[in-house]
């Protein structure tokens, strides 16, 4: 069965270094989601992207984020200059299109910031 | 706004017992849809169900059930004698429009299941 995934699972990094997470949505499908869950809290919505741009994003998501689809499979989420409170979950999700379908969830990968 | 409430922070029951999860939501649009995630310590998040405004029928798959009200704004997800394997934390959400827009999720109900 076809599955969202993210690399790396874990990443650390230093403050103020930048770090790029990658996804690989499920192939045809036409909406993605970035979601944040801080240790112990739920997951918030960071950004949507339909159609190679963004479509909706929430206040998490500033100047430091940037989202892109670079060769049409891969699905990013950089952050700049990473801060001590960028530590957290982080969810790719996707969507097929379909309003009888629910988003598919990535498995996550844990950024550290040190 | 949309807002999603899970009053519950934490349940521990033993096994075998009835828990009901409960969920309460806030939202002016009349087309809108509800889902419960399960996220077990590993850390995935495990779709469970989705529903929409349209549909109150209750649904039961396996020892899980949900019950939607629109009267009381609730989604309320009920597990029939617990297991151990099903200790997690849950978490409802709601996804205002067509299905495709964002999820907000509630805080979440951590739920312990112990032999």
């Known amino acids: 069965e076809p599955e969202v995934t993210q690399t790396p699972s874990h990443q650390v990094t230093q403050m103020g270094q930048e770090v790029i997470l990658r996804c690989v949505p499920i192939?045809?499908?036409?909406?993605f989601y970035w979601y944040r869950q801080i240790l112990g809290q739920k997951v918030e919505f960071l950004v949507s992207?339909?159609?190679?741009?963004?479509?909706?994003k929430s206040e998490i998501f500033d100047d430091q984020f940037s989202v892109e689809r670079p060769d049409g499979s891969n699905f990013t989420l950089k952050i700049r200059s990473t801060k001590l409170e960028d530590s957290a979950m982080y969810f790719c999700?996707?969507?097929?299109?379909?309003?009888?379908?629910?988003?598919?969830f990535g498995p996550g990968t844990r950024l550290t910031v040190l | 706004a949309q807002k999603v409430t899970q009053a519950q922070t934490e349940i521990s029951v033993v096994e075998k017992e009835d828990v009901t999860l409960d969920c309460v939501y806030e939202t002016r649009d009349t087309t809108y849809y509800l889902f419960w995630y399960k996220q077990p310590p590993s850390g995935e998040l495990v779709f469970l169900i989705r529903?929409?405004?349209?549909?109150?029928q209750n649904e039961i798959s396996g020892r899980y059930s949900w019950n939607f009200q629109k009267s009381t704004s609730s989604f309320n997800f009920t597990i029939t004698a617990s297991q151990v394997v099903d200790s997690a934390v849950y978490f409802c959400a709601l996804s205002e429009g067509t299905g495709f827009q964002k999820l907000v999720f509630g805080t979440g109900t951590r739920l312990l299941v112990s032999p």
């Open positions: 999700a996707d969507h097929p299109g379909q309003s009888s379908d629910e988003q598919f």
């Open positions: 192939s045809n499908h036409l909406y």
């Open positions: 992207f339909y159609n190679n741009e963004i479509s909706e």
């Open positions: 529903r929409n405004s349209f549909d109150e």
